[in-house]
């Protein structure tokens, strides 16, 4: 009997600290209008210096339990993205596990910055796929302020903070991937990619076996802001033709929430219609693995997406690493 992942629910949760562009105008050389014009961005969410990841990631995961009316003692897998862990080790996803009172299954992180969520999310599928896990806990958070230069106005004007989680859980199914129908749901198909040869375009000048230090983002951001387009279409486009679907059968698309230039640029290349594209880079700023979970969430809770709904996430980050997921909600 074949399995599929379905999805059960979701939560998110932001620190309370809302910081404007015009708050950073106060000690960075820079403006609210240039930031807007740019990236979109009108605000992003920080957290306070006691507040660590794995605080973000429980909060979120609470919320996304409540949401799919599931008791922490069936989650038997927990993934947590992130770049920005609370200590080198322990993982994250344990400290979340232990918060939540789960003392079985297997808890771990996964790091592939800003396309953390799609890995995570892809590992947790196949896990429950082929039957080594029941009721997964999929998260991502990060804490990006830690890792920002605050000198920098290239970059620092463009993170934030927070979580997002998603609840999956193993159903037997006897459709195959050619025979989508609104009963259909779940994980439908991920995709994911990386290319090494790029590591220096996006990265943190520190860590615990280079420097002994934690270090501080650095990017190259015209080249960023290039492959991303490409890149991200490109796992879109992949997951498309192998599941048979065109554009116009997406109902909602949750990319990466980078640069709202990024996201306007791939509405141009793949021809998609901009009012089923789901945008919170204004309000969140680029919060890496936690950007689509926090997107995705409030799709949800405002009603947007429904269950029936086919939803394609995409992502592009450091590395660099990229990747696509369709489900159907
Ligand atoms: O999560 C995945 C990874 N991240 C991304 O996908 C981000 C990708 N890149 C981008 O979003 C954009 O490249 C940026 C938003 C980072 C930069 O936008 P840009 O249009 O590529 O600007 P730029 O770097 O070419 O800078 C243009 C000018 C420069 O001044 P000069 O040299 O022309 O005099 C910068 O020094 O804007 C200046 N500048 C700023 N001015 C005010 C750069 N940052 C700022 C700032 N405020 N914060």
Known sequence: MLKRS?????????????????????????????????????????????????HLAIEAARKALFNASIDASEIDLIVLATATPDRTFPATAVRVQSALGIQKGAAFDVQAVCSGFIYALAVADNFLKLGQAKTALVIGAEVFSRILDWQDRRTCVLFGDGAGALILQAKDITTDKNNLSK?????????????????DLLYVDGGPASTNTVGKLRMAGKEVFKHAVQKMGQAVETALLHNNLSVSDIDWWVPHQANKRIIDSIIERMHISPEKM????????????????????????????????????????????????????
Not at 42 to 54: E, G, K, P, V, Y
Not at 183 to 199: A, F, I, K, N, Q
């Open 183 to 199: 009963d259909d749901r779940g994980v439908l198909s991920t995709h994911l990619y990386s290319d090494g040869r790029y590591e």
């Open 6 to 54: 379905i999805v059960m629910g979701c939560g998110s949760f932001l620190p309370d600290k809302l910081v404007s562009n015009k708050d950073l105008e106060k000690d960075l050389d820079t403006s609210d209008s240039w930031i807007q014009q740019r990236t979109g961005i009108r605000q992003r969410f920080i957290a306070s210096d006691n507040q660590l990841t794995s």
């Open 278 to 329: 789901i945008i919170t880079v204004d309000q969140h700023a680029n919060t890496s693995a936690a950007s689509i979970p926090l997107a995705l969430t409030q799709a949800v809770e405002d009603g947007r997406i429904k269950p029936g709904h086919l939803v394609l996430l995409e992502a592009m980050g450091g590395g660099f690493t990229w990747g696509s997921a369709l489900l159907r909600w």
